[in-house]
């Protein structure tokens, strides 16, 4: 069985307060690989009004994907697929517990996961995901994933293959 999630594609990350360029352009294959996949799981990057005050706000103090606004939402046409999530997971922190214990109850025996950013909520998702399903074969699409940095982004497919996950164009 196979399973797509879909990490933290929204409105704050793509054209929003922690934008960059390029990310945009991860939309259409982020649209395509939604529609190959009976299963799909989102996760949102999700904060209150006193992100700032937290331990993650004091060190990115960047208000971003506050509960409620435009910016918590998934970015342009993808936020049409909704309808085909199995599950959505709103996370507090870079990675999902939720997700992991989800998926130990729920597992796949192939799972790809895209979005953003590779470096951070990405390798931290996959890390879990890893955890839960030792055995799944896990893939992250380079072409559907990206970062600010494009030092770190090259260097998280470099530790995600050290973790033997399958890194695929």
């Known amino acids: 069985m ?24 991860l939309e259409k294959g982020i649209i395509e690989k939604i529609e190959e ?3 799909v799981i989102y996760t949102l990057d999700t904060h209150k009004s006193d992100y700032l005050e937290t331990l993650e706000g004091t060190k990115l103090p960047v208000k971003h994907c506050i509960k409620g606004t435009n910016g918590h939402m998934l970015y342009g ?44 909520c990405v390798l931290s998702n996959v890390v879990m995901i890893k955890a839960a399903l030792p055995n799944a074969k896990i893939i992250v699409n380079k072409n559907l994933t990206d970062s600010f940095d ?18 695929m164009e």
């Open 77 to 120: 046409k993808v936020a049409n697929h909704l309808s085909k999530a199995e599950a959505i997971f709103e996370k507090d922190t870079f990675p999902s517990l939720e997700l992991a214990n989800y998926l130990k109850n729920h597992p796949a025996d192939i799972v790809e996961v895209c979005g953003l950013v590779s470096n951070i």
């Open 37 to 39: 996949y009976d299963r």
């Open 150 to 167: 494009k030092k770190l982004n090259a260097e998280t497919f470099d530790i995600l293959e050290g973790l033997h996950i399958e890194v």
């Open 2 to 25: 196979k399973l797509l999630i879909v990490v933290d594609y929204q409105n704050d990350f793509v054209n929003g307060s922690l934008g960059f360029a390029g990310a945009e352009k």
